[in-house]
């Protein structure tokens, strides 16, 4: 929330100027044990020169994924017409990424404990 209120606090120096990948997933816990990965997102997160998440930009995509997803219900197209518009298609694919297999079992592994994490009490 830090980062979408651009607060000073949430600034990335690290990483400014850059294109970074995120990946957010939802756990099912057990007694307060992560059992199992229920949803995965992955979005691309434009950092600005000054180490601020891009807001902007980042709205901009969610609002093109949520287009898609209503297109196919919103419009009919039209008969003989030989032209899509797939502007918003290519907006909400720059803000997304899919890992391949490999990479995907260890952020998995990673969310569910299995990995040691050198920052947190995860995995230990």
Known sequence: MRMLRQEDIA???DFAGQRIRQASLLVELANRIPVRVLHRTFSILDIGA???LD??????QQMARVGDLWA????APAPGAPVVDAASRFI?????????ERLLRQIDAAAL?????PRCRVGR
Not at 113 to 117: D, I, K, Q, S, Y
């Open 72 to 75: 196919p219900a919103l419009q």
């Open 113 to 117: 404990g299995h990995l040691p994490c």
């Open 11 to 13: 600034r990335l120096p």
């Open 50 to 52: 000054d180490g601020l």
């Open 55 to 60: 807001v902007a930009r980042l709205n901009a």
């Open 92 to 100: 909400a694919r720059g803000g997304s990424w899919e890992p391949d």
